[in-house]
């Protein structure tokens, strides 16, 4: 049980006014200090009567902590539907916490707030219902004042009711995002309460201008004292704003300050830089309330002739589209798995990201922020006509308007969003009057946040351009179409035009199929990593993309589909058609996408290093395939390498094959992108050798400006002997959240890796730290994600361990059957 102490805040005045926490906009270890109420909370998976009620026996519930996702759990069985991961994500799910609120607290405001919970929430307190939210991807909160016990016990209970059939991806199931209990007195600053725009930046110096809403619970006006203080990242105080101001009786009034930086500091594609606005309301000299909002300067500018332009310069975006899971770990939120995949995407070049097709976490803006990433954020997959039977569509008339805005004002304040995108695909685009839905939801936008522009992505054409739908975006974010670009900024010269989604290949890590083909399926359920066109009808190789931005100088730069491997969509087994209302079972196991450059633990499939090649400019080298093909002696193997060098000379065994140059030697690939005749591509991105197999090693050396710059070497494994353990991070913080990752590799006795092995680890893991998740990336695998043991993929596994609240060691010993053991450990502070 909770119990909400707060003795030692408490200073009585005269009015009911007390200091009882600060809180915070987007920090997150604010947040979490003075609001956290993700503990001790019970959860039933069943559809129960009576549950929100007070006195429900809820003795035999299952303890949980949130952020909790409870279908990662599993198991994986061919009754759930492929297409959401093969997983139970629908049903109905039940949450309870007991908590107690001094009494001395009586006269304050206490409200819940959730950034998300999946879905369908409805939220009771003391058996009285409070309110509901449908969308699984909103926050929201909701006042509990009237209901609250001070003094005594209360009981919050949740209901969640996520439905079959209404994702078209894994979107978990419960509670997954944080949750936060807010205390307050009746004068205060309400959620999302801070709008910071910084319009002019000009010479060295920001205008900052803030709006502040101000609440009053209480029913006599009060005469409010604002101050603000803006703090640099090393805590110095840079500007500082007062403002005095009557607040009337229930109700709430928003006050605007400009300030001014001098000698600012902008934040950019990586370079990140934020400042944080302290606000502060006194009454008759009393602090009654404090709020932090983080925010950075910069200025964004869309037009036709540059493009887009940040601070100034212009940017093109190296992107990816994202669903929100973390992989093994599923749903439930946590801010250093959001950051390693964001890290990892910025290792491959990318610069910006598309929150497909939903609002995000609060932590993968604050990820963004931090590591300077621009983003596009999502708010529908779905407007007033469905894609799947039970999605959001059934919710769009009552809740569209508040989700939208909603999204903005959580998202306003965070100087990576860049864009609001008020749609994907949706297929209101081919309707003649399709257009004044796009309208209501840019106006929307526009009337919430004035400072960045709409898009959509599209995936008719030229329907939206025909029925004008197109003119009601600012920007037009086309889906798996290169070959307009040019073609529509030429017939709409007022048009600004990005590839919101690309390529859409598909790969399995490690795995080869010879000879080069695009044939769709394997018994194996795997996709060959010769990258060469295999994915729904629409997709085609990334070169063809890179082709088409550098053939469309206009074009803002493209957004790949997707960054990380995620669970659902196993496209090309099982389904392929988006109308599809049915399940996606027919291929069996397939549970998880093939889509991406990084399979779902995050290793890197040789696709991320064709997109290095093009996005980075550290010299860099990669060739495949492994060179284990025993029983292939003598026949011809094809070995592609990607470089952004100027030129390759692969070697086999110590000889030379000769140097292939970048931009003259192409590589002819099997397309059969539909937009195109189907046939043979023609790629400046790969350069390749046929060259007969003979075990011993192939290595690549890139050259540039004439010089060595980067190599590359693979050598033909022996039989497996040993395992390597490599983690992360080597110290994480003790705070029960923190994870390490760790890369399990299967060598042979000389330390080269075996590209095959699919040897069973067992990890044995004791002192201050538990595990989270183990995986392999093999999109087949029908193995839980939630026990010490893990069979290579590949060569390869991932365990991931999550550190107590205590600090000490954590030490993980890794075994196998006939291979030598290793350990290793992570120490948590
Ligand atoms: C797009 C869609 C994505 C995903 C992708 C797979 O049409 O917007 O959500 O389904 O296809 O290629």
């Not at 959730?114 to 909701?142: C, H, Q, T, W």
């Not at 399995?508 to 729904?536: C, M, Q």
């Not at 065994?653 to 189907?678: A, L, M, Q, R």
């Not at 087949?780 to 000490?808: D, N």
Request: hydrophobic fraction near 35%; aromatic fraction near 10%.
């Amino acid at each position: 049980m909770n119990v909400l102490k707060l003795n030692t805040l408490l200073l009585i005045i005269n009015f009911t006014f007390l200091c009882v926490s600060c809180k915070s906009e987007t920090n997150k270890n604010e947040a979490i200090k003075d609001s956290d109420f993700n503990k001790e909370w019970l959860f039933k998976k069943d559809s129960i009567v009576n549950a929100e009620t007070i006195n429900f026996d809820d003795s035999n519930w299952q303890q949980v902590n949130l952020p909790h996702d409870w279908s990662i759990e599993g198991p994986f069985d061919s009754k759930y539907n492929a297409r959401t991961g093969g997983l139970p994500v629908h049903g109905i799910g039940w949450y309870r916490k007991h908590f107690t609120i001094e009494k001395e607290l009586q006269g304050k405001q206490v409200a819940i707030e959730f950034d998300g919970a999946m879905s369908n929430a409805k939220v009771y307190l003391n058996g009285k219902y409070i309110g509901e939210r449908p969308y699984g991807y909103i926050g929201f909160e909701f006042d509990l004042t009237k209901h609250i016990n001070f003094g005594g016990n209360n009981v919050i209970a949740v209901r969640l009711a996520p439905e079959d059939l209404s994702m078209r991806w894994y979107a978990g199931a419960g509670i997954y995002r944080n949750v936060r209990l807010k205390i307050n007195n009746a004068v205060h600053i309400p959620q999302w309460g801070t709008y910071i725009t910084t319009p002019k930046v000009e010479n060295g110096n920001a205008e900052v201008n803030i709006e502040t809403t101000i609440k009053n619970s209480s029913n006599s006006t009060v005469n409010a004292l604002l101050e603000t203080v803006i703090k640099d990242e090393n805590g110095t105080v840079v500007a500082t704003k007062t403002s005095k101001t009557n607040v009337q009786a229930n109700s709430e009034s928003v006050v605007s300050t400009i300030s001014q930086i001098s000698n600012v500091t902008l934040w950019g594609i990586n370079a990140s830089y934020l400042y944080t606005a302290h606000s502060s309301i006194k009454i008759d000299n009393t602090i009654v309330d404090e709020y932090t909002t983080p925010f950075g300067v910069r200025t964004i500018e869309f037009n036709t002739k540059d493009g887009f332009l940040l601070n100034g310069k212009k940017v093109r975006f190296n992107g990816v589209c994202m669903h929100h899971d973390l992989g093994p770990l599923g749903a439930a939120v946590n801010y250093r798995a959001t950051e390693r995949q964001m890290q990892i995407m910025q290792s491959m070049g990318v610069n910006a990201l598309r929150t497909s097709h939903n609002p995000p976490s609060p932590e993968m803006l604050q990820v963004c922020d931090k590591l300077g990433i621009v983003v596009i954020d999502e708010a529908f997959d779905e407007w007033k006509i469905g894609k799947v039977p039970n999605g959001y569509h059934k919710y769009f008339d009552e809740w569209h308007e508040k989700d939208l805005r909603d999204m903005i004002k959580r998202d306003r304040n965070h100087p990576s969003v860049i864009m609001w995108s008020i749609g994907n695909e949706i297929l209101e685009q081919g309707k003649k009057d399709g257009w004044k839905l796009t309208k209501h939801l840019t106006d929307i936008c526009h009337d919430q946040d004035n400072t960045r522009p709409t898009t959509i992505g599209f995936n008719y054409y030229p329907a939206p351009f025909v029925n004008k739908l197109a003119n009601y975006v600012d920007i037009v974010g086309m889906n798996y179409w290169p070959t307009t670009y040019s073609k529509i900024i030429e017939e709409n010269p007022e048009m600004i035009v990005y590839g919101s989604e690309t390529s859409s290949q598909t790969s399995s890590r490690g795995i080869y199929h010879l000879p080069i083909e695009f044939k769709e399926k394997h018994e194996t359920n795997h996709v060959s990593s010769y990258d060469v066109t295999v994915g729904p009808p629409w997709a085609y190789a990334p070169d063809i993309e890179f082709d088409a931005q550098t053939q469309s100088p206009n074009s803002l730069g493209e957004f790949v589909w997707t960054g990380f491997d995620y669970l659902g969509e196993p496209t090309p087994y099982g389904g392929r058609d988006n109308s599809t209302n049915g399940y996606w079972n027919d291929d069996w196991p397939s549970r998880s996408s093939y889509f991406a450059p990084v399979d779902l633990c995050g290793f890197p499939k040789d696709r991320y290093y064709l997109y290095q090649s093009q996005w980075t400019t550290k010299p860099m080298v990669h060739v495949l395939p492994h060179w284990n093909w025993e029983g292939e002696e003598g026949k011809l193997i094809p070995v592609y390498s990607y470089t952004n060098c100027d030129e390759v000379e692969l070697f086999v065994n110590g000889k030379s094959y000769g140097k292939k140059v970048k931009g003259k030697d192409f590589t002819e690939i099997p397309s059969e992108y539909h937009h195109f005749e189907k046939g043979m591509y023609k790629t400046k991105y790969r350069l390749s050798w046929n060259v007969p197999y003979q075990p011993g090693s192939i290595k690549v050396v890139a050259y540039k400006n004439g010089k060595e710059a980067a190599t590359k070497e693979i050598k033909t494994a022996g039989k497996p002997a040993k395992i390597k353990l490599e983690a992360d991070r080597s110290i994480i913080t003790a705070n029960g959240e923190d994870l390490s990752f760790i890369t399990i590799t299967v060598l042979d006795e000389n330390g080269n890796i075996c590209p095959k092995a699919n040897n069973l680890i067992n990890f044995d893991i004791k002192g201050e730290g538990t595990l989270a998740a183990v995986g392999n990336g093999d999109q087949t695998s029908m193995a839980s994600f939630r026990v010490p043991h893990r069979k290579a993929f590949s060569g390869k596994c991932l365990l991931v361990v999550k550190s107590t609240e205590t600090a000490g060691t954590i030490h993980i010993k890794a075994s196998s059957d006939n291979l030598e053991s290793t350990s290793i450990s992570i120490e948590t502070k």
